[in-house]
């Protein structure tokens, strides 16, 4: 049964990356990954893995393809079609592919509880995780305390990918020969903020959105959650707000100025638990010298820490949409002032 | 049985070489960024596999279940999938500036930056315009 959800939920994988492979239209495209993203979510938990596919599920669906939409308004819509052949590119992918498959039938057998992955240092994380720490979700102790450095690493990587976004697209549009569209698509976007029906659903859902945003936060040593999917999640209640009610009220709700202080404020926190723990006499990002029982102290730790991954994520969701959003406006501007 | 316990590998393999052959073979860079999107999925997936245990659960301690999967792929990817949409999004942002810059994603109009004078498209070029009303 566990062979049958698999192998359906992998064929359908390969379709649909296939289907991406051969679409031209690049919104087709941009959907299609949404289909792909959501099918991965679903054999993640097929495979155990519930944190993964929540990720999975909020990013892949979610926030990937709001960032594929918003810069396909801002480019071709359409792909051009291929030019000569592509025999070279087949030939070479060909051939990786069956050097891979031939390596493979050298992986022990998918599943089997002897293997190597599995004997290693997974059995004390599954025995130790509620003794040292109490708490429950496994997936959140190891996350957030036992590879907490790391964990301090991606957040630091995600601020970084912010910074490079605002970075590069910050820099005022100049026009050149006539690449952008035209004012078609404005009528589009105002069509969906005068959908009545979009707005009444929206205000439902979206308070929704936020509060399962933060239960996912806050109760995620408890199942399934933590820092980085709450700010995924919390972040596209926002982008719907502003994909609905306008950019322009979205960022009333939460300035652009606030995003990059949240988003800055998210990895200090964590950095300075870390800090709190030499403070107090232990190593960095120790948390049993925070408070006298150490299920208390490694529990607040993990909940400050997962609270400024969270804090850091959804600042940095909101602040790629910022970006993708305002641009097209931005080049709108300057396309208005040179026609005049 | 030998071909049960390889089949996620294989399928692995598949959509790895469907992302490369997008990455390699299409000239669109918002498709090429796709196709790293699905090569990088596809990592995500064999890293999975690998912790799972036939029989297993997902690992949550609760009570009446033995058998937990392997957490520590869990975590290494679920930050890896949030790692993996903020580099799309820079990807996207260099392709919004190249785009700007040169009025086309396409990589082998980018060739001769000399054509690319402002007001003089070459001729038969139409990747530049119409995309609005298509």
């Known amino acids: 049964m566990e062979y049958l959800v698999d192998i359906a939920l992998l064929l359908l994988l390969v379709t649909v990356a296939m289907a991406i492979l051969r679409v031209r239209d690049l919104y087709a495209g941009a959907m299609l990954f949404a289909i792909y993203s959501l099918l991965s979510a679903g054999l993640f938990a097929a495979l155990d893995a519930g944190d993964v596919a929540l990720t999975e599920a909020a990013v892949g669906a979610g926030i990937a393809t709001l960032l594929f939409l918003a810069v396909l308004t801002l480019a071709n819509r359409r792909e051009r079609p291929a030019r000569g052949n592509n025999r070279l590119a087949l030939g070479v992918v060909v051939a990786t592919g069956a050097c891979l498959i031939y390596a493979a039938g050298d992986l022990p057998d998918f599943g089997a509880p002897d293997n190597p992955v599995q004997v290693h240092v997974a059995p004390y994380y599954i025995e130790n995780a509620y003794t040292d720490m109490g708490v429950p979700n496994m997936v959140a102790a190891v996350l957030a305390s036992y590879r907490s450095i790391d964990t301090l690493g991606e957040a630091f990587v995600i601020l970084t990918a912010g910074l490079a976004v605002v970075a590069l697209l910050s820099v005022p549009p100049r026009r050149r020969r006539r690449a952008f569209s035209g004012p078609c698509r404005r009528t589009g976007e105002r069509r969906m903020r005068e959908n009545g029906i979009l707005r009444v659903i929206a205000r439902f859902v979206i308070p929704m959105i936020m509060l399962f945003g933060l239960y996912i936060q806050f109760h995620g040593e408890y199942s399934p959650g933590g820092g980085f999917q709450a700010g995924v999640v919390f972040a596209a209640g926002w982008i719907l707000f502003a994909l609905v009610y306008g950019l322009d009220a979205a960022l009333k709700v939460i300035p652009e100025r606030v995003q990059y202080v949240l988003a800055c404020l998210g990895v200090l926190l964590y950095c300075f638990i870390g800090l709190l723990g030499v403070l107090l006499g232990g190593r960095f990002l120790d948390f049993y010298p925070l408070l006298e029982s150490p299920h208390a102290a490694q529990q607040t730790g993990i909940v400050l820490v997962e609270f400024g991954v969270g804090v850091t994520v959804a600042a940095c969701a909101m602040l790629f949409f910022t970006f993708f959003a305002r641009r097209k406006r931005e080049i709108e501007a300057v396309e208005a002032r040179e026609d005049d | ?134």
């Not at chain 2, 810059?101 to 054509?115: H, N, Q, R, S, V």
């Open chain 2, 1 to 134: 049985m030998d071909w049960l316990g390889h089949i996620n590998y294989w399928a692995v393999v598949i959509l790895m070489m469907i992302g490369f052959y997008t990455v390699i073979a299409r000239g669109n860079m918002v498709k090429k960024i796709m196709g790293l999107n699905l090569f990088q999925t596809s990592v995500f997936i064999m890293f999975i596999s690998a912790g799972k245990i036939i029989g297993g659960s997902t690992p949550v301690l609760r009570e009446g279940i033995t058998v937990y999967s392997n957490p520590l792929p869990h975590v290494l990817i679920l930050t890896a999938i949030v790692v993996g949409v903020a580099t799309t999004a820079v990807g996207l942002a260099l392709a919004v500036r190249i785009r700007e810059a040169y009025g086309t994603i396409e990589d082998d109009e980018l060739l001769d930056p000399m054509d690319q004078t402002p007001d003089h498209s070459r001729p038969g070029d139409h990747a530049g315009k119409g995309d609005g009303s298509a």
